[in-house]
Structure formats: structure tokens, C-alpha cells
């Protein structure tokens, strides 16, 4: 069931007034069934591994409470990493690592071939096991103590807002809030009407736009001219941007009507002035999941400068495996975390500036160059995150080298300027107000005119068109 929908726009129809009406714990009892109903409309199967995800960390987080022994308490970790990483290993990356074993085996003259399956992906299920896995480790290292609640740990595992494109919730914010639900209050509740409007418009009209764009220059890159893949890539920095930080914003809004707070996953990150703070505001959620539960394990920067290189390109380096099985993304996360090993030599003991604090011209115009090189660098690595393969990509760089133009640059070129615009405008309201829900600050009588047309624009485009899934439905 995809947000930018009717279909889940008549869901949550039926699903809020049913909850409030409904008395204490059987607020959990329904918004748990709801969403098996929400997960479960793509494919019922996929639940199997839900339940499955749910039932082991539920029984192993009780089972380490009352365990003390390090070795027992180990095993029950090992249990937890070993269930959850080897469904996903399977799902994911059966087939993938297959092959890259087959290129070296088919040239001793033993093919693999046979050993291909033809595995459907479950969604979400890269989110919801780091989801699960967060609460086991947490309980392990003593800094959450588990619930009593199989009913709660369901809910926290499947709440419908966030199950298949997070945040990836920690259950150290999310399951007190789950043990306490109650209606939401009318803050709650307009809070939720700026959210959904805004991540509504940032998929459907920006995101879903740019994407059929996207997908055309993409599809056949070689017949386009230097120029025109030039600004399809950009398109595409918007496209993934409006398509995920919208979701996200549809996901935080949805929790809302709930009385839920998410976490905020996206903080205007092509306004970042490095590398190392594009990763503090992009995909927050994972970019942290990634620091506390693999890159301070690894020693983070605790064991000298030469370690804590190899610990960010390692971890990058599995943090572009986790987006897809396919060693492209493994290069863009080497990429990424070859930059922020460089950034941190760079730095060394310095800490990069959270904010842009104005001082003068010569200040705004050096901030403003490092927003544009940290956007430079990021658009290199989107090109192998966006083509299918290799070839395809250094063939794009190759006719960025040779620059070519045509006919129809300046059309192009405002079409593009366009989205970027939009795209740069709702971000900077956002930064300057710091405030993702930054329509609750106009007066009401002028908000509810822009509610209105942005619902019925993006209602009309609903009608019209197909809806687009999520791109981050495939990871």
C-alpha cells in the first residue's frame, strides 16, 4: 500500500476514526492488526517473516533480562544477529553473492547458474530488521530494559507509519510511547496536517515528476547529450530527496494522528556545507544506526587517525550493501566513505560547524562554495547509485568529458531550475525556521488556503496519473 495513494488515503479513513473511538488497550490490539493489514496488502506472506522477526527478539530481549552469565548472554545475541541477518542475508543477498562467486567458479569451468532462486523481496525488511536488531543489542548492553509486552514489541516492530521506509526507530524512544497510547491531541493532530501535506507534495509533485524524467533519460542514456544527462542526474539528487525526505515527512504526519513522535529523518541535507554533516542530515536514522552498531563497535575513532579511516570506509562500505545487492551501491558507499575518511583527516581535531552562522559577505560566499562542492561530490556518487550497472555509468562520465550540447538545453535547463527551486525553497523554510512543519507558522487564514491547494493539486495529480512507489521500497 504505497502513501501516494487513494487506496491508503481511504486506509487511514477507515483506520483514525476507528482508533479513537476505540478504549485503552485496544488501541495497541488495532493499530497492531492494521498494520499486518497495511504490510500484509502487498504480499500476505512477507508477515511470516514479520512474525517471525517479532517472536525471536521478543523472547531473546526477555531471555537476556534474566540471563547473567557473558557466554549465555552472547549466545542469546549471536541467536538474535543470526536469525534476523540470516533472513535478510537470504532474501537480499542470496543471488547476489551467488553471482559474484559464479564470475570467479565459471572461469574454472564450474558454472553456478543452477543455484540462482527466483526470490521475491520482501519490502521493508531491510528497515525492520535493524529495527529488531537495535532492541536486542540495546538489551544486551543494558541500556533498555525489555518489555513485558508481546502486544507493544508488535506494534514497534510493524507500526504501520514507518514500517517499510522508517525511521528506524530505536526502542529506546518508540516503545514508551507505545505503552502509553492515547488519542491525539489537536497539536498532534495539525502537526500532522502540515507534515502529510508537505511530504504529499514533495513525492507526488516534485518527486513522482522528476522521476518520469529520470527514468527516461536513464533508460537509454547514450542517447542523450552531455548536457541532457547532466541535468537528468540532477533530477535525480531531487527525485531521491522529494521521494524519501517525503516519505518521511507522510510517515512522521501519519504517526501524528496517533499521538506518536518519530524521529526526524531528513535535515536539509544538500544544504550541508561538508560531507560529514550531509551524513548528519541525510537518512538520519540509518547514518546513526550505522555509527552506534558498527562503526563504534569497530573502534569507531577510539584506536588512532589510520583505524578510524578504515573504520568509515568500512562502514560506508556496508552501508551501501545495505541499499541493494548490487556492487554499485557498494562502490557509492565506498565513495562516501572515502570522502568522510579524507573530511576527518582534514579536520583532525576540529568539529564541523552544525549551522551557517552569518558573518558578512566573505563568510556566505565560502559557505556557499562548500555547499556547492559537498553537492558536487554527492552528484558523483548518485550516478552509480542510479545506473544499473558499471558500464553504464562510466559511460556517463565519459560524455561529461566529452561535452556534448543540443537543441533543447535551455528548455531542459528550465525545467530542471525549476524543481530545484522548489526543492531549495520548502528547505530553506524549513532550516530558517527549523521546523519541518514550518506551514503551522503561517496565520490560518492564509495556511488553510495553501492546504487546500496543495491537497487538490496533488489529489488531481493522484487521479491522473499512476502512482509511483517509494525508492526506497527496494532496499
Keep these: 500500500m504505497l502513501f501516494n495513494s487513494l487506496v491508503f488515503l481511504l486506509f487511514l479513513a477507515v483506520v483514525f476514526p476507528l482508533y479513537l473511538v476505540l478504549p485503552g488497550r485496544a488501541r495497541t490490539a488495532f493499530l497492531v492488526l492494521a498494520s499486518y493489514f497495511f504490510y500484509g496488502y502487498w504480499d500476505w506472506r512477507f508477515l511470516s517473516l514479520l512474525w517471525f522477526s517479532t517472536v525471536l527478539d521478543f523472547f531473546i530481549g526477555r531471555a537476556l533480562a534474566r540471563v547473567t552469565d557473558p557466554g549465555r548472554r552472547k549466545a542469546l545475541l549471536a541467536a538474535s544477529l543470526a536469525g534476523n541477518l540470516g533472513v535478510l542475508a537470504f532474501f537480499k543477498y542470496f543471488n547476489f553473492f551467488i553471482g559474484s562467486f559464479e564470475a570467479a567458479t565459471s572461469a574454472l569451468g564450474m558454472p553456478l547458474d543452477f543455484l540462482h532462486l527466483n526470490i521475491l523481496l520482501p519490502v521493508g525488511i531491510s528497515f525492520y530488521t535493524f529495527q529488531t536488531l537495535s532492541y536486542t543489542i540495546d538489551v544486551y548492553r543494558g541500556k533498555l530494559a525489555p518489555t513485558n509486552s508481546l502486544l507493544d514489541f508488535a506494534l514497534y516492530v510493524a507500526f504501520f507509519p514507518q514500517l517499510v521506509a522508517g525511521p528506524i526507530e530505536r526502542a529506546t524512544h518508540l516503545l514508551p510511547q507505545i505503552a502509553r497510547l492515547g488519542r491525539p491531541t489537536r497539536d498532534d493532530c495539525r502537526e500532522a496536517l502540515a507534515l502529510i501535506g508537505v511530504g504529499m507534495f514533495k513525492k507526488v509533485l516534485v518527486g513522482d515528476t522528476c522521476g518520469r524524467i529520470v527514468d527516461q533519460v536513464f533508460a537509454a542514456p547514450m542517447s542523450y547529450t552531455s548536457s541532457e544527462l547532466m541535468m537528468g542526474l540532477v533530477l535525480f539528487s531531487v527525485q531521491i530527496y522529494a521521494d524519501f525526505s517525503g516519505y518521511s515527512s507522510i510517515a512522521r504526519g501519519t504517526a501524528r494522528l496517533f499521538g506518536v513522535d518519530l524521529m526526524e529523518n531528513f535535515n536539509q541535507p544538500y544544504l550541508a556545507a561538508s560531507i560529514t554533516e550531509f551524513w548528519r542530515r541525510w537518512h538520519i536514522s540509518l547514518s546513526s544506526w550505522l555509527r552506534d552498531y558498527l562503526y563504534v563497535p569497530l573502534g569507531g575513532n577510539r584506536k588512532g587517525p589510520a583505524r578510524t579511516y578504515v573504520n568509515l570506509f568500512a562502514t560506508m562500505l556496508l552501508g551501501g550493501l545495505w541499499h541493494g545487492a548490487h556492487w554499485t551501491f557498494v562502490f557509492w558507499g565506498g565513495l562516501h566513505g572515502l570522502y568522510l575518511a579524507v573530511h576527518k583527516w582534514m579536520l583532525g581535531s576540529r568539529r564541523p560547524a552544525e549551522r551557517f552562522v552569518p558573518g558578512g559577505p566573505a563568510s556566505t560566499a565560502i559557505f556557499i562554495g562548500k555547499v556547492l562542492a559537498t553537492n558536487a561530490l554527492v552528484l558523483l556518487t548518485w550516478l552509480f547509485f542510479r545506473a544499473p550497472d558499471f558500464g553504464t555509468a562510466f559511460r556517463i562520465l565519459g560524455k561529461?568529458?566529452?561535452?556534448?550540447?543540443?537543441?533543447?538545453?535551455?528548455?531542459?535547463?528550465?525545467?530542471?531550475?525549476?524543481?530545484?527551486?522548489?526543492?531549495?525553497?520548502?528547505?530553506?523554510?524549513?532550516?530558517?525556521?527549523?521546523?519541518?512543519?514550518?506551514?503551522?507558522?503561517?496565520?490560518?487564514?492564509?495556511?488553510?488556503?495553501?492546504?487546500?491547494?496543495?491537497?487538490?493539486?496533488?489529489?488531481?495529480?493522484?487521479?491522473q496519473a499512476t502512482p509511483m512507489p517509494f525508492i526506497y521500497f527496494q532496499f
Design 400 to 463: 561529461f568529458v566529452q561535452w556534448t550540447s543540443g537543441p533543447f538545453d535551455g528548455r531542459i535547463l528550465v525545467v530542471t531550475a525549476t524543481y530545484v527551486i522548489v526543492t531549495l525553497v520548502i528547505d530553506l523554510l524549513e532550516y530558517t525556521t527549523r521546523d519541518h512543519a514550518f506551514l503551522l507558522r503561517v496565520a490560518p487564514r492564509y495556511r488553510w488556503g495553501i492546504y487546500a491547494g496543495m491537497w487538490a493539486t496533488t489529489l488531481l495529480y493522484l487521479f
